[in-house]
Nanobody, 123 residues
Framework: QVHLAESGGGLVQAGGSLRLSCRAS????????VGWYRQAPGKQRELVAM???????QYADSVQGRYTISRNNANNTMYLRMNSLKPEDTAVYYC?????????????????WGQGTQVTVSS
């Protein structure tokens, strides 16, 4: 069993910054790719940023140059630094991870989601 706990969301003025954190806990063997997604009211959930186990990153065009995804493998924590925030960045942000966990068969791969954290950017 793996649990992802997000933190760092809140209310910020346009142009401001926030840093989201996502800490994984449980019977973790390794964490493969990690992604941050967001879902605004009335819209589909979209991928914002992703980082592989090797450190390769990918960003949505709408956040390129403003957001930075990173990870600390030593403490199973992932981050999303968000700068120059805009009102259209307002959404619930979710952490997602592909995690290999210890099991009776050795290890199994799970796709795990966090509970989400609200980010609100005022104009």
């Amino acid at each position: 069993q793996v649990h992802l706990a997000e933190s760092g969301g809140g209310l910020v003025q346009a142009g401001g910054s926030l840093r989201l954190s996502c800490r994984a806990s449980g019977s973790i063997f390794s964490i493969k790719s990690v992604g941050w997604y967001r879902q605004a009211p009335g819209k589909q959930r979209e991928l914002v940023a992703m980082i592989t186990s090797g450190g390769a990153t990918q960003y949505a065009d709408s956040v390129q140059g403003r957001y930075t995804i990173s990870r600390n493998n030593a403490n199973n924590t992932m981050y999303l630094r968000m700068n120059s925030l805009k009102p259209e960045d307002t959404a619930v942000y979710y952490c997602n991870a592909v995690v290999r966990i210890y099991s009776n068969r050795g290890t199994d791969e799970n796709n795990v989601w966090g509970q989400g954290t609200q980010v609100t950017v005022s104009s």
